[in-house]
């Protein structure tokens, strides 16, 4: 409870502290998992295109991984993430492979206030807007805590919920209060303060830069309508239903 209070009294500190900033920019880099049964383990799998499938896409993963990054732009209301476009890159199939995998896959927008996020990505060969629901409110901020760009971060752990429902293992998150915007990268967002650090099944994403601005910046929704989730996963569940 101690570490509760305080984590308050340092929000409501830096949040005079940091009036003057409107806006800011984090930039991501991934670091993903050491071996191929940390990205999957395919030991009761029995097909052997399947796991070749796994291993072509953990070996795409770690070719690319140390050149991409998620551009997280913000500012006290909005924020949309992105990943850079990466002209040089000879096999566009291979890069979309190693986005998908460490889900630097397009735009992520969140709405801080309605609590909800809009992803524009590419994938069966299909543009999608879907939006995200999210349950934010299951995060169990602890004691624990580090340094991180000479920022006080705090250790919270939640399991992942869309609607209510828990879809993913714990992830682990670092938050620092003394820069007071709920923003971190890819679907993660939500706590008192803003996201440094993730770990999450075997991948880590660490911030590299951050720069905060004194004017706020427009950041815009996406144009299309979007659809809800559970409409995306029927339309998933469809198509691979259709190649069985």
């Excluded at 069966?124 to 995200?132: I, K, N, P, S």
Aim: glycine share 2%; with cysteine; net charge positive.
């Amino acid at each position: 409870m101690r570490h509760l209070i305080l984590i308050i009294l340092v929000t409501i500190l830096t949040q005079t502290a940091f009036a003057q900033y409107q806006s800011g920019k984090v930039v991501y880099k991934v670091i993903p998992p050491k071996t191929v049964m940390e990205f999957k383990d395919t030991t009761n799998i029995k097909n052997k295109y399947t796991k070749n499938a796994f291993v072509t896409t953990y070996n795409r993963l770690k070719s690319h991984a140390p050149n991409m990054q998620l551009v997280l732009e913000f500012n006290t209301k909005n924020a949309l993430a992105k990943m850079p476009s990466m002209m040089k890159v000879d096999n566009r199939a291979s890069l979309q492979t190693a986005m998908i995998a460490t889900k630097f896959h397009r735009e992520y927008y969140t709405e801080i206030e309605s609590n909800y996020q809009i992803h524009e990505f590419e994938i069966a060969g299909r543009e999608w807007t879907v939006r995200y629901d999210r349950d934010i409110s299951s995060w169990e901020i602890t004691n624990e805590t580090k340094e991180i760009h000479g920022y006080t971060c705090y250790k919270a752990i939640t399991p992942i919920k869309i609607n209510g429902e828990e879809i993913d293992d714990n992830l682990e998150a670092w938050f620092t209060p003394e820069i007071p915007f709920r923003y971190g990268p890819m679907e993660i967002y939500g706590l008192p303060g803003l996201i440094l650090e993730v770990r999450q099944k075997n991948f880590i994403y660490y911030a590299t830069e951050i720069e905060l601005y004194k004017k706020n910046n427009n950041i815009k929704k996406p144009k299309r309508k979007p659809i809800l989730h559970t409409e995306y996963h029927a339309e998933m569940k469809k198509m691979r239903d259709a190649f069985k």
